[in-house]
């Protein structure tokens, strides 16, 4: 290798472990600082941002072998699909739930995500038992979670947000956390986009 690719290499490496830190941070945040937040309403599904952002810190970490070109052994592969698969349902359905009305129930709110989430799953396993190869099963697992929870869930959860502060912040209150939701509602968005649009390649 030359050394302009061992100095890429490294870069990715380092990146990939930031990667996951951060996602790790996100979920770390939410479990402390959550339950002491009662001016949002979204405040109450935090956790299930929370499990996606640990879950893609699993994910993210799973990958440091690839990047240092180490194969994935099929067990770890399959458990890195399926984290993947469940951290996007997590968003999809905290997305979800920023849409739902007040007064119907925390569970309810889950429903459709947990759909999507056991259609996926039914399709990887009937993928696999009708003859398709691993390799072929885990590639397109992957797109159809990042196209059909990722994205959705990433933008949902965007848009959310903002109609959550403007339809439950007092405008005095609103003004105070209007920076901080702009910066989630960006990172949301741009993660729909770079995590679910645009997949491996």
Same mark, same amino acid.
């Given at each position: ?33 959550? #339950?002491?937040? @009662?001016? *949002?309403? =979204? ?6 941002? &929370?499990?996606? /952002?640990?879950? +893609? ?54 429903? #459709?995500?947990? @759909?999507? *989430?056991? =259609? ?6 009937? &993928?696999?038992? /009708?003859?398709? +190869? ?68």
């Amino acid at each position: 290798m030359t050394w302009l690719g061992e100095t890429l290499a490294t870069h990715e490496l380092i990146l990939t472990l930031l990667h996951g830190q951060a996602f790790f941070a996100l979920g770390f945040s939410i479990v402390f600082l959550a #339950p002491r937040s @009662v001016r *949002l309403e =979204v405040a109450r599904g935090l956790s299930l941002l &929370a499990a996606f /952002g640990f879950c +893609e810190a699993l994910v993210a970490w799973s990958t440091l072998e690839i990047v240092a070109s180490i194969p994935l052994t099929p067990t770890v592969a399959w458990m890195r699909l399926l984290l993947l698969g469940a951290g996007y349902a997590f968003l999809l359905a905290f997305g979800l739930q920023t849409q739902a009305p007040s007064e119907s129930q925390l569970w309810k709110r889950w429903v #459709p995500a947990g @759909v999507v *989430l056991a =259609v996926w799953l039914v399709g990887l396993v009937t &993928a696999r038992l /009708g003859g398709a +190869e691993t390799d072929q099963v885990l590639l397109h697992g992957e797109i159809a979670a990042r196209y059909g929870m990722a994205l959705p869930g990433g933008l949902i959860a965007a848009w959310g947000l903002r109609r959550q502060a403007y339809h439950t912040l007092v405008p005095k209150r609103l003004a105070l956390i209007k920076p901080p939701i702009r910066a989630a509602r960006v990172a949301l968005g741009a993660f729909a986009v770079f995590g679910g649009l645009i997949g491996p390649s």
